[in-house]
């Protein structure tokens, strides 16, 4: 299997494209995999770092305020087909699968100029503009939310899931003792995005100055950009801090509640494990994808949801509470959970790649 993967700008399209890249060598260890990506995004370091080939193409998303780089952008993205027909010759790939981010476009595009099975996924509830621009060349979509199908054609998109949860469900737990968290209470794990939050940290200071005689302890992870003035704060024994954590998922294993952003990724590691949680939506992305995923979560009856403009410490312990001290809710909370569960997503997706190459 000459599988060619595409997907970049940011963790929430490459991990999952890496868990695909991951899976498909797994279960075909003789199959090859090129990825294309951005020349100057992440993945243009994690991908090589990850033992794949990687090919950079020159592309960027279109900004109503930036004209002039629109115009740019046009004849960049013509280039950018025309260099992605002339990669599908040299490799002759079974398969093109994108997994979001505006340079899977002129790989997609140039895929089907050329005859070649596509596969595009969609990780959050809402579609990012270049799967919705894509819909009608891919051969094959797959989903993360059952609820994005009315985006797409019935009659080629498939409910898969998210990868990353088959990465959570595989990897090895990481004792929350190793964070200072007490293996004799119950364990808050507050997680605002790889970076972190700026507009966050200053709400949640006010939270973690008020949990002194709660019967818990929490970890709050600041974002590497934040953390050196956080730390300066003293807050109770009962509150500990960390910049960042590699292994988010191995952690989310050992704690009872998890207060997160709503990315994709994370909300599939979350329904992967059956996390209880409290989703605080990022009201700055895209679509305002985050804000579909988590009330996604909450109309399955599957998590808390509370928007950044509605934040105040008093509500957000109100629903720790809720879901902390009320053991009923909580068991309900992680049956609904599991209800919603595609722990194989990799897998289904390679069988998906594997009946669209047959058909040729």
Do not use: W
Not at 203 to 212: C, P
Not at 274 to 284: E, Q
Not at 329 to 358: A, C, G, H, P, R
């Amino acid at each position: 299997m000459r599988v060619i993967i595409t997907a970049g700008g940011t963790g929430g399209h490459i991990i999952p494209a890496l868990a695909i890249a991951s899976k498909i060598k797994e279960l075909n260890k003789n199959s090859e995999i090129l990825y294309i990506g951005t020349h100057n995004r992440m993945e243009k370091d994690i991908v090589p770092s990850s033992g794949y080939r990687f090919e950079a193409i020159e592309i960027y998303g279109f900004n109503k305020k930036l004209i002039r780089r629109n115009i740019k952008n046009i004849n960049l993205i013509r280039k950018a087909v025309k260099r992605c027909l002339e990669l599908i010759d040299e490799f002759k790939p079974d398969v093109v699968v994108g997994v979001g981010g505006y340079v899977t476009y002129p790989v997609i595009k140039a895929a089907k100029k050329r005859g070649i099975k596509t596969f595009i996924h969609e990780q959050n509830s809402i579609p990012g503009k270049s799967n919705r621009v894509l819909a009608k060349s891919a051969d094959k979509i797959g989903i993360s939310f059952e609820d994005s199908i009315t985006y797409f054609d019935s009659k080629k998109t498939v409910l898969t899931g998210n990868p990353c949860s088959e990465n959570a469900i595989d990897i090895k737990a990481i004792p929350k003792t190793k964070y200072g968290l007490n293996r004799n209470k119950k364990s808050i794990l507050i997680v605002q995005g790889s970076l972190g939050s700026s507009a966050m940290n200053q709400k949640m200071k006010d939270f973690l100055n008020s949990v002194e005689n709660e019967n818990y302890d929490i970890l709050y992870i600041t974002g590497k950009d934040h953390y050196e003035e956080f730390s300066k704060n003293k807050f109770s024994k009962n509150v500990h801090l960390a910049p960042y954590i590699d292994n988010l998922a191995a952690l989310m294993k050992d704690v009872d509640l998890i207060i997160s952003r709503a990315g994709a990724s994370t909300i599939s590691e979350i329904i992967a494990l059956a996390l209880p949680n409290i989703l605080i939506p990022s009201p700055y992305v895209a679509n305002n994808h985050q804000f579909y995923n988590a009330l996604s979560i909450k109309e399955n009856k599957a998590g808390e949801m509370l928007e950044e403009k509605d934040f105040t410490k008093e509500k957000l312990k109100e629903k720790i509470n809720k879901i902390l001290d009320n053991p009923k809710y909580l068991s309900e909370m992680k049956d609904n959970l599991q209800k919603i569960s595609i722990n194989n997503s990799s897998t289904i997706i390679y069988n998906v790649l594997k009946d669209l190459i047959n058909k040729k």
